[in-house]
């Protein structure tokens, strides 16, 4: 079955193109000309991933992305005519997956739509020899299996990634890791995205796990991150 894309741009020149080369490459398209209309048509369409204008009337692409990440699991890509740093880290931090700066190229495109749906069909391996169904650090406690995190006896919401990210750093408490590191472990080799990525799940997963007091993601000035047990300040 050919991967299912829901747009949300009020340009038609932009659709237009998108759907031109989406053709070729057995990709469906559904077109929205607003956010407003992409939330109404998101429960119906079920698409594979969304692609948000930032620039839209009404209701703008983060205003946009955050409704959906908030009531969908699905990926999300932003498209930005600007190219401030600023502006592409609260996409990330809204729950987008990936962005890309217009003009763009369409292979491109479709090159990190490709990246995107092949991580989210992998997901994260939990089938490894001896592995544990579970991890438990004090009040925190993976569900490995379940996809689930609980601190004490209350469950934390959390996106895919972040998920996959935290399960990564519970395999090996106190060691280091760098950026490139984590993008090759937990995105995969095939990430075409902003280094900055693993900078904002960072900052997400340690506001998900606030409630824990025991558990702490410190940064290694230089070096990049760990995960420790211990009494977080």
């Known amino acids: 079955m050919p991967w299912k894309v829901l747009i949300a741009d009020d340009d038609p020149n932009v659709r237009e193109i998108i759907r031109l080369y989406f053709r070729q490459q057995l990709i469906e398209l559904i077109e929205a000309p607003d956010g407003i209309s992409a939330l109404t048509m998101l ?6 991933i969304v692609i948000l204008d930032v620039m839209m ?11 959906i990440t908030k009531r969908y699991d699905v990926p999300v890509m932003m498209l930005t005519a600007k190219n401030d740093e600023f502006d592409r880290v609260l996409g990330l931090e809204l729950g987008a997956d990936d962005y890309m700066t217009k003009p763009f190229s369409p292979r491109e495109l479709v090159a990190r739509i490709k990246a995107i749906l092949r991580r989210m069909q992998k997901g994260q391996p939990i089938a490894e020899v001896d592995a544990p169904v579970h991890y438990e650090f004090d009040d925190l406690v993976i569900h490995m299996t379940r996809r689930e995190v609980l601190a004490g006896s209350t469950k934390i919401d959390m996106r895919p990634k972040e998920f996959e990210l935290l399960a990564f750093f519970a395999k090996s408490p106190g060691d280091v890791f760098t950026r490139e590191q984590l993008l090759e472990q937990v995105w995969g080799y095939d990430f075409l995205g902003d280094m900055r990525t693993v900078d904002v799940h960072i900052k ?7 409630p824990c007091h025991h558990v702490c993601i410190h940064t290694v000035w230089g070096v990049g991150y760990k995960f420790e047990v211990a009494a977080c300040t």
Not at 57 to 67: A, F, I, K, V
Not at 204 to 210: I, N
């Open 57 to 67: 009337p009404g209701l703008d692409g983060y205003e946009t992305c955050r409704e």
């Open 204 to 210: 997400k997963l340690r506001e998900r796990l606030s």
């Open 43 to 48: 429960a119906e369409v079920k698409p594979d």
